[in-house]
Every structure is written in C-alpha cells, then in structure tokens.
C-alpha cells in the first residue's frame, strides 16, 4: 500500500476542489460543460469516449 502524497495547488484549484468537494452545482454543471466539448472536439461518439476515457483512467 503507498502513503498519500501532499501536492501543492495553487488557489484557483483549491477552491474549484473544495466546491467539487462540496457539491456545489454550478461548478459541477461547469465541468460536465467542459466534458462535452471536450468529446465533441475529439469526434467521438458519446459511448467510444466514455471506453477511450474508462482506458486513459485504467492506464494512467
């Protein structure tokens, strides 16, 4: 089993984590957005980038 590792973040990115943290709805409803321009920019069809994705995360 590793030990956590600390990183350190800029303010920006720790507040966007502590709202994702939180629940909070614009910033969720932000980042699915972003998730969807992001599979239209690449072309994909919506079940192909979710496998592309499920691979990337399995590997990365």
């Known amino acids: ?6 990183a350190e973040v800029d303010d920006t990115t720790r507040n966007v ?3 994702l943290s939180a629940g909070d709805i ?8 972003y998730r969807e321009q992001w599979r239209q920019m690449s072309g994909l069809d919506e079940r192909s980038y979710a496998l592309v994705n499920s691979g990337i995360l399995r590997d990365g």
């Open 1 to 6: 089993m590793s030990s956590p590792v600390s």
């Open 17 to 19: 984590l502590s709202s």
């Open 26 to 33: 614009d910033v969720l409803a932000e980042g699915l957005e």
